[in-house]
């Protein structure tokens, strides 16, 4: 099974009537990235996540949280990717302290990825592996997004338009060095606020009003399929 299909299986998100009426304003957003070992979701481990929350077009610099987490698994690519040596790896923190965490920043909350599929499949993989307490995410995806508007303006979207980095340039946003978890999580957080903009998004606009983008859905972490 290809690894898009693999992911497609298992994510099948979608937004309560409840909450597709909430505004934008009511929320917080939390971006989230993780480094990880592969693309491939059903083998892919985690070795750093960083996440920043923030109001819509405000970052919190307070609420920073960046981790080095211990993994056992070959690290391919990560140490010329990422920087991350099997040392560093080796010393690092368990994947569940800081899953706890993000549990506890679910209510009022948007969670942002670049990737979201890829992502939130492997802390879904986490959770279940750790047996946490299922919890209920509404995110959006800054890729999809990206892929929404780059359909409209192409009947080919170009190769690697809807990279981070991509986007990044695309909408002149500062620049932060690529592929660490903390500073792609700046990078993701800014172009949500870019993308929403740019969308005619207000505080007063109801999710309901995004659907149609692709990029805003919800999903239960740690729930057995």
């Excluded at 299986?9 to 989230?32: D, H, N, Q, V």
């Excluded at 892919?44 to 819509?56: C, F, K, P, Y």
């Excluded at 010393?91 to 800081?98: K, T, V």
Aim: charged share 20%; glycine share 4%.
């Amino acid at each position: 099974m290809s690894f898009f299909r693999a992911i497609s299986t298992w994510f099948k998100p979608a937004l309560s009537k409840e909450i597709a009426k909430r505004t934008l304003g009511e929320f917080k957003f939390l971006a989230a990235d993780l480094e990880l070992t592969s693309l491939d979701a059903s083998e892919a481990h985690i070795t750093s996540i960083g996440w920043v929350e923030g109001r819509l077009n405000c970052i919190d610099i307070s609420s920073c949280e960046y981790g080095v987490i211990r993994t056992r698994k070959p690290l391919g690519q990560s140490p010329v990717i990422h920087g991350l040596t099997n040392e560093t790896v080796d010393d690092g923190e368990s994947i569940e302290a800081y899953a706890k965490k993000l549990s506890a920043l679910t209510l009022d909350y948007i969670w942002v990825f670049h990737n979201a599929a890829l992502d939130l499949s492997v802390l879904d993989r986490a959770y279940q592996k750790l047996s946490l307490t299922p919890v209920t995410v509404v995110y959006f995806d800054t890729l999809q997004m990206a892929l929404y508007e780059l359909k409209k303006r192409h009947q080919v979207v170009p190769s690697n338009s809807a990279s981070l980095s991509a986007c990044i340039a695309r909408a002149n946003l500062p620049d932060f060095p690529a592929h660490n978890a903390l500073d792609d999580a700046f990078s993701t957080l800014q172009l949500c606020y870019w993308q929403l903009s740019n969308l005619g998004a207000k505080p007063a606009t109801q999710l309901n009003e995004l659907l149609h983008t692709g990029a805003i859905k919800a999903v239960t972490l740690g729930k057995a399929s």
